[in-house]
Nanobody, 123 residues
Framework: QVQLVESGGGLVQAGGSLRLSCKASGRASSTVALAWVRQAPGKERELVAAITWGGGTPYYADIAKGRFTILRDNAENTVYLEMNSPKPEDTAVYYC????????????????WGQGTQVTVSS
C-alpha cells in the first residue's frame, strides 16, 4: 500500500502564492507518477498537474499552465504544487494521487489517493 499525505492548504489572497506538499510513504517505490487533482464544490474532479519520479516533462492541464508548477523531491518522496497568482476559481480541495503505471492525464487512472487539503482563494 501507498500512503499519501497532503499539506500546505489554507486561505490565500488572489495574486498571492501557496505551496502544497504531498508526501508518499509505504510502498512509494512502487509508484511511477504523482498528480495533483482538485475538486471544487459542485464540480467534478479535474487533474491539475502530474510528474514522474524518474524525471521527464511534467504534465499541466490548461488551468495550470503558466501559473502552477509541479516539483518533486525524490529523497523526501514528496511532490509539491506551487500555486502562483491563484484566482478565486482555484478554490477547491486539492488531492494527491499516485499511479503504479505511467503518468496519466486522466485522474481516474491513478491508484492511490490522499485525504486532500483545502485551498481557499479570496478576492
Amino acid at each position: 500500500q501507498v500512503q499519501l499525505v497532503e499539506s500546505g492548504g489554507g486561505l490565500v489572497q488572489a495574486g498571492g502564492s501557496l505551496r502544497l506538499s504531498c508526501k508518499a510513504s509505504g510502498r512509494a517505490s512502487s509508484t511511477v507518477a504523482l498528480a495533483w487533482v482538485r475538486q471544487a464544490p459542485g464540480k467534478e474532479r479535474e487533474l491539475v498537474a502530474a510528474i514522474t519520479w524518474g524525471g521527464g516533462t511534467p504534465y499541466y492541464a490548461d488551468i495550470a499552465k503558466g501559473r502552477f508548477t509541479i516539483l518533486r523531491d525524490n529523497a523526501e518522496n514528496t511532490v509539491y504544487l506551487e500555486m502562483n497568482s491563484p484566482k478565486p476559481e482555484d478554490t477547491a480541495v486539492y488531492y494527491c494521487g499516485a499511479s503504479r503505471g505511467v503518468l496519466y492525464s486522466d485522474f481516474a487512472k491513478y491508484d492511490y489517493w490522499g485525504q486532500g487539503t483545502q485551498v481557499t482563494v479570496s478576492s
